[in-house]
């Protein structure tokens, strides 16, 4: 079965603290995606990665960084943690040949 | 740049009636996919049906089918017989074919079914 996993599903962080939040995936796809959705926004990607070591901009990459150092982990870092950045963050991952993706559960981050 | 919209922030529906929503979409692509995806309250994302650019059939997928029309840019989704557990969002997107995976979504639509 397809699992795409997330390391916390509730976060609450201070401003300008560094937040990671860690996905992993078990399907051995190429593409990771994070994406942060908030009420009346919908999705919004904000990096993906097609490969290990590599990483593309989203939409909204500002004040975000990626990581990618295995092919079944792709990872958002806040580096200095904002108020505006209190969302629900959700990521997924997909196969070169496919292009449905499978997406995990969530984390819902709250930055005071 | 792709855009994706849905114009119905909301819909609801009667419990074993049909329901339609919308979405559109703006594209100078031929060759891409469309999918709908549902997001049930707490719960993970899944895939409901996905459409080829390509193929003129429409996609069915059990009580999910939808309307594709191409030359409107227009990719509606119909669920019969609605049960109480397709209450959910739903949210239409797009993306191109190619080495290129993005998915460009749409705002969503909440669904409520009522029993």
């Known amino acids: 079965d397809v699992k795409v996993t997330q390391s916390s599903r509730y976060l609450v962080k201070r401003t300008g603290e560094k937040v990671f939040l860690e996905c992993v995936q078990d399907?051995?796809?190429?593409?990771m995606f994070w994406y942060r959705q908030d009420p009346g926004l919908g999705l919004r990607l904000i990096y993906f990665?097609?490969?290990?070591?590599?990483?593309e901009k989203g939409d909204i990459p500002e004040g975000y960084s990626v990581s990618r150092e295995k092919k079944e982990r792709f990872s958002l870092i806040l580096e200095s943690a904002s108020t505006n950045q209190t969302s629900m963050y959700l990521c997924?991952?997909?196969?070169?040949?496919?292009?449905?993706?499978?997406f995990g559960p969530g984390t819902r981050l709250t930055v005071l | 740049a792709q855009t994706v919209t849905q114009s119905q922030p909301e819909m609801s529906v009667q419990e074993a009636e049909t329901v339609t929503l919308s979405c559109t979409y703006d594209?100078?692509?031929?060759?891409?996919?469309l999918f709908w995806y549902k997001q049930p309250p707490s719960r993970q994302m899944i895939l409901v049906i996905r459409?080829?650019?390509?193929?003129?059939q429409n996609a069915t997928e059990n009580r999910f089918s939808v309307n594709f029309q191409k030359a409107a840019k227009s990719f509606s989704l119909k669920i019969s017989d609605s049960q109480l557990g397709d209450a959910a969002m739903y949210f239409c997107?797009?993306?191109?074919?190619?080495?290129?995976?993005?998915?460009?979504f749409g705002k969503g639509t909440l669904l409520t079914v009522n029993p």
């Open positions: 997924a991952s997909s196969a070169y040949v496919i292009n449905e993706q499978f």
């Open positions: 399907m051995d796809h190429e593409n």
């Open positions: 990665s097609y490969d290990v070591k590599m990483k």
């Open positions: 594209t100078s692509e031929s060759d891409y996919y």
């Open positions: 459409q080829e650019a390509y193929k003129q």
């Open positions: 997107a797009y993306t191109r074919g190619g080495s290129n995976y993005k998915l460009t």
